[in-house]
């Protein structure tokens, strides 16, 4: 697999801070090959290396102060072919900053936020998010904002069990208390779905983060909405946001 994560409005110096040979081979990491280079210009970081017993990861980081895009990259250690053909991949990358690109062109899905208060607020490190009149919620962080993803399926995973992955994540960023409510299997445009919600306090504010998954045999997209006001009713604009899924 490869991956890449752009991150527009990203800085490349502070976010590759703790990128370094050193800092992965006391997280545990095996360290074939650590590179400073440059992709087009820009500074850059390289590293091959392996983190558990059976694959081999290439990651690149380059930017500047405006933008910092990673590309993961993996195989399994014994396919030493793929390997090269991650290498070859990676030596093949162009980036113009200027170049502006419709964030949905190669998206797996289509949604419609026509009849929504949640409009497309931003695209960043492969997530949509969306946000009360597409305003910066910032200024309100408290206002119901949801992120849409794209993630791979196969045979190993199941809804529930990615669900409960993004839930026991909610906890480990301070979310306590919980409880989940509103479990259900059904059909969103005849894809597959599986919803759930999770109440709890959150910094000392009642929050619902709702969680739904919407997949067919190999592709997934994973909505996630939190509200920490009129939570009610902002769960029911979620769940009308999320019924306009469809996958390509």
């Known amino acids: 697999m490869i991956n890449i994560y752009d991150l527009d409005g990203g800085n490349f110096y502070t976010n590759t801070r703790d990128f370094s040979k050193q800092g992965f081979e006391q997280r545990g990491a095996t360290v074939f090959d650590f590179q400073e ?27 500047d102060t405006s933008f910092s895009t990673m590309i993961m990259a993996g195989c399994p250690v014994s396919d030493a072919t793929t390997g090269k053909e991650i290498i070859q991949s990676l030596n093949t990358i162009w980036y113009d900053k200027n170049l502006k690109i419709d964030p949905f062109e190669t998206a797996n899905f289509t949604i419609n936020d026509k009849d929504s208060k949640l409009k497309f607020f931003k695209y960043a490190a492969n997530v949509y998010m969306y946000s009360v009149g597409g305003i910066d919620p910032k200024d309100n962080p408290d206002l119901p904002a949801m992120m849409i993803f794209q993630i791979p399926m196969d045979n190993s995973m199941t809804q529930k069990k990615v669900v409960d992955m993004i839930m026991s994540k909610a906890q480990e960023y301070g979310l306590t208390n919980t409880v989940t409510k509103n479990v259900s299997s059904e059909k969103i445009n005849n894809n597959d779905a599986f919803q759930a919600e999770m109440y709890g306090d959150l910094k000392g504010k009642q929050t619902v983060i709702y969680n739904c998954i919407i997949s067919n045999m190999n592709k997934a997209i994973v909505v996630q909405g939190i509200a920490k006001v009129g939570l009610d009713e902002s769960v029911a604009e979620f769940k009308k946001l999320a019924s306009t899924v469809n996958i390509k």
């Open 37 to 63: 280079i440059k992709i087009n210009g820009y500074p850059a970081k390289y590293i091959q290396m392996q983190g558990d017993p059976g694959t081999k990861a290439y990651s690149i980081v380059f930017g």
